[in-house]
């Protein structure tokens, strides 16, 4: 059946993958949005012909609507812009942009009780209880799009009664630097933190999969998710990438999802659910992989999963300011301001200095995460 979608990030990796699915399945596309990417928008334009398209940055928005004024797209502009198609009415509406700035777009998700497939983490780690709360209220279920979601939502789909739930654990690939010690993480560059072994992604999450501050916004990210506690969800490292999490019940049975490492697995279901449709993507040969091999974190290398762990035990503001200074030491990596193993002292420090409070609004969350960005530019 053929469902109209809005993909917000749409020029990104989840957001291109996303579009792979749309071309296979023929849905059609409402509304698409981007940072700043002019070209690639304008292409997704024209093969696409989606009613809206909305760039943040103002400059690139206002060339965009020069390239394409041969198109009957409306181009939108700004943060506002971007809220305005995540608030048409569609099917789903995916939300794949990166990093924090996909809190608000979210909001608008619910607000205007649109479905939504959920792949931008940042917004459950930063916004979690404002968020799950909305969407309750809304009656609005959020489809996981992360691939260690996916399979815990998957693997939970044959339970009547969640008190039956004991466990999640959630698989790690361990990222490039697995085995490796922390003296020896010094001297990291850039081009080997985004080396990642099983997955292609944006910068942002390679990097966060290398320092495996990933795996830390995902144990938020299921918490809230599955409203579990984080004491109940546990972390392997799984080399392979091919159990992509799992579900512990009470009588010990496990129930995981398996498949090959392709997010488009994951991007199809939750824009399907509760169906399951045919996908191009590689059928799993167990064979092939012959062993699967799992392993302890080394929390000592890693710091950064305890660190999140942490804050989301305190709970309130931590978890957003660990989220806020991650993205912004992530960035000073990136751009060779900072050695690769300052990232987790300074969102280390940054959590352990922020300001707390456990009664808070959306508006505390901004001044927060305003906090910890400025703590970490502070120190570079
Ligand atoms: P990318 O960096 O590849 O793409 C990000 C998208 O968001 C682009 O369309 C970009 O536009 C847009 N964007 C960037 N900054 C802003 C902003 N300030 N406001 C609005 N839009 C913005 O990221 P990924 O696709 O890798 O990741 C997207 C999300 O999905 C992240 O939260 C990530 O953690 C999560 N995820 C990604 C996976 C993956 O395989 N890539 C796997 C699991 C989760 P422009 O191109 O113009 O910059
Ligand atoms: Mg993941």
New binding site residues.
Partial sequence: MSKVVTI????????T?ALDVVDMQGYEVLAL?????VD??ENQIRKYKPKYAA???EK?AGELKVKVSDTGTKILSG?DG?CECASLSADYVLN????M??LE?TISVLNAGNKLAL?????LVTGGKIVTELAKEKGIKILP???EHSAIFQSLQGCRNFSEVKRLILTASGGPFFGKKKSELADITVEQALNHPN????????I?SATMM?KG?ELIEAVWLFDMKPDNIDIVVHRQSVVHSLVEYCDNSVIAQLGVPD?RIPIQYALTYPDRIPSPVKQLSLTDYGTLTFDKPDYETFGLINVCRAAINEGGLKPACANAANEEANLAFRQGKIKFTQIEELVRSAVELACQKSDYTLSDIHDACKWASDFVKSKI
């Fill in positions: 917000l990030g749409s020029t990104g990796s989840i957001g993958q949005t981007a940072n700043s990417c690639k928008m760039l943040v940055d690139a943060m971007v794949s942009i990166v990093g700035a996909g777009p792949a931008n983490k940042e917004t799009v992360d691939s997955w292609s992604m944006g910068a942002k999450i390679t966060d990933n916004l997010m």
